[in-house]
Antibody, heavy 125, light 111 residues
Framework: QVQLVESGGGVVQPGRSLRLSCAAS????????MHWVRQAPGKGLEWVAV????????DYADSVKGRFTISRDNSKNTVYLQMNSLRAEDTAVYYC??????????????????WGLGTMVTVSS | QSVLTQPPSVSGAPGQRVTISCTGS?????????IHWYQQLPGTAPKLLIY???NRPSGVPDRFSGSKSGTSASLAISGLQAEDEADYYC???????????FGGGTKLTVL
């Protein structure tokens, strides 16, 4: 069945690094743009990063630009999020999500149609 | 402060109809970009509920509908059921931020 499974979360000290992984199954991963979206405890959703289906393009929210790097391995059906220089405000559940572009086209017609269960990242000393 | 503004909470009795508003600006909804809606049940991941302003993915009941006008959009839920109690988020693309943005979320309580 269609599934996204995140892993790699945990407790990390400020300034340190962490790498999240998201394993996909049940759909053609190599044809799909992939995103990371996060949710701080008790807060709303925040888009973090996107990578195109072939890895040729990437984009980031201003809040993580220069610190986080999204990548993918289509041979392993996996997308990654390398998080460096972590801050307390990066504490959140991190979801990976498949992006799908509907009739209105890119980027306005682009929504997140499949979500993983999420992995918790806590940045604390 | 979210780029898209939603009411923090709405409520309704079973069987009633409720609407959730989502107000944006000329760089997102007003720019003609689509609005998408997500439902997040307690303790679970978000789920795509409405895409492209008013389209339902397979499996979403027709009790859920969306609309968009100008710089605002709305999600309507008719025939409220206890299982609809959840957080609802609107989402669009913002050209000023060059980013996909979400509303702050609306908690729906079924009385």
């Amino acid at each position: 069945q269609v599934q996204l499974v995140e892993s790699g979360g945990g407790v990390v000290q400020p300034g340190r690094s962490l790498r999240l992984s998201c394993a996909a199954s049940g759909f053609t991963f190599r044809s799909s743009g992939m995103h990371w979206v996060r949710q701080a405890p008790g807060k709303g959703l925040e888009w973090v990063a996107v990578i195109w289906y072939d890895g040729s393009n990437k984009d980031y929210a201003d809040s993580v630009k220069g610190r986080f790097t999204i990548s993918r391995d289509n041979s392993k059906n996996t997308v990654y999020l390398q998080m460096n220089s972590l801050r307390a405000e990066d504490t959140a559940v991190y979801y990976c999500a498949r992006g799908r572009t509907y009739s209105s086209g890119w980027p306005g017609g682009h929504a997140f149609d499949i979500w993983g269960l999420g992995t918790m990242v806590t940045v604390s000393s | 402060q979210s780029v898209l503004t939603q009411p923090p909470s709405v409520s309704g009795a079973p069987g009633q109809r409720v609407t959730i508003s989502c107000t944006g600006s000329s760089s997102n909804i007003g720019a003609g970009y689509d609005i998408h809606w997500y439902q997040q049940l307690p303790g679970t991941a978000p789920k795509l509920l409405i895409y492209g302003n008013n389209n339902r993915p397979s499996g979403v009941p027709d009790r859920f509908s969306g609309s968009k006008s100008g710089t605002s959009a709305s999600l309507a839920i008719s025939g409220l059921q206890a299982e609809d109690e959840a957080d609802y988020y609107c989402q669009a693309y913002d050209s000023s931020l060059s980013a996909w943005v979400f509303g702050g979320g609306t908690k729906l309580t079924v009385l």
